[in-house]
């Protein structure tokens, strides 16, 4: 019970709902009138209910409903196949950072080419500097396709978000919110960030882990976007919401 409780206090900082009524005056008024065998009931019938209105109000505000819930009390967020770590861990990637699995270059029309799921552009970027393509499967499409900006710093990581988790990222939870991009549920992570890739077995490849900057991700008609650089949340959104 403890962990419980300590996980879902951890997990309030993510909630923005009105603060209920302060009752702490009702209840110990009850329990100071209450035998000690009946207060000690009362106590953990009291701690029960309190996790049980929290566990409610999460699956009512918390996207993805339930399934978030277990994943976010566990200390982990799965997210349009992004798995996200709220729970402390190290700053910085403990392994040399290096590119995607099998990354290359492609032409824009030959990336579009090469993956199985449509690249959109940011009209409020332009045509990209440079494109990438990763992880090629054995028929030769691609997992993961980037458009990279402003000389690399920022880059915009488009894959299947039906896929099984793609990234893997080591986040404090006051840094990671919920907000919107065009009506749809997206995350955005404030501050840089341990960032690693998950390859096609499940396994987090930490020799390709890195420091990622502010990062914005959504899900649109099943892909998922990744658009990361130094930018405040306003900015990627705006960014974000011009896609076509």
Known sequence: MDDLER?????STWLETPAPPDVTAQVRARLAAAPHSRRARLRRRWRYALVAALAAILVAVLPPGRAAVADAVAGLLRFAGITISTSSGPDRPTGSPSPLPAQRPAALEEARRLVRFPIRTPTALGPPEQVLVA??????SHRVATLLYRGGALRLDAFDGRLDPVFFKQASGPATEWTQVGGAQAIWVGGPHALSYVDRNGTVRQESARLAAATLIWEDAGVTHR?????TRAEAVEIATSLN
């Open 7 to 11: 996980e879902l206090r951890e997990l």
């Open 227 to 231: 658009l990361e650089g130094s930018l």
């Open 135 to 140: 992880d090629p499967d054995g028929t030769g």
